[in-house]
């Protein structure tokens, strides 16, 4: 079964970068989409980027378009959401999520951030924006 763990949080002044890594490890499928997605305090948890398989496709909320960046590099089970420029609205927990997909359950990139679609989840790392 594949497993995610998230690593890379913590406390970062307004302004300030971070780097989160999602290490992928266990029974990998073929093709898998991972995803970060974010809940701060009292919300829902929403997505923030995903990107699939070969890396060639990602996407971005409103929110992190511009100023977060989801990458894999070729070869590695890691996965990276580069963070700059956060605000304190960045604050909250961040998971990474992977689905898994096959031409009998495809991934529909239009609807990447349903959180019902992914199989596995990470724990969680705390991410902080305060001055």
């Known amino acids: 079964q594949l497993q995610l763990v998230e690593s890379g949080g913590g406390l970062v002044q307004p302004g300030g970068s971070l780097r989160l890594s999602c290490q992928v490890s266990g029974f990998t499928p073929d093709y898998y989409v991972i995803a970060w997605f974010r809940q701060a305090p009292g919300k829902e948890r929403e997505g923030i980027a995903c990107?699939?398989?070969?890396?060639?496709?990602?996407f971005y909320s409103d929110s992190a378009q511009g100023r977060f960046t989801i990458s894999r590099e070729e070869g590695e089970s890691t996965v990276y959401l580069q963070m700059n420029n956060l605000q304190t609205e960045d604050t909250g927990v961040y998971y990474c999520?992977?689905?898994?997909?096959?031409?009998?359950?495809?991934?529909?990139?239009?609807?990447?951030?349903?959180?019902?679609?992914?199989?596995?989840w990470g724990q969680g790392t705390q991410v902080t924006v305060s001055s």
């Open positions: 990107i699939g398989t070969d890396a060639g496709r990602t």
């Open positions: 999520a992977a689905a898994e997909t096959s031409s009998r359950r495809p991934f529909f990139f239009a609807r990447w951030s349903a959180l019902g679609r992914y199989d596995t």
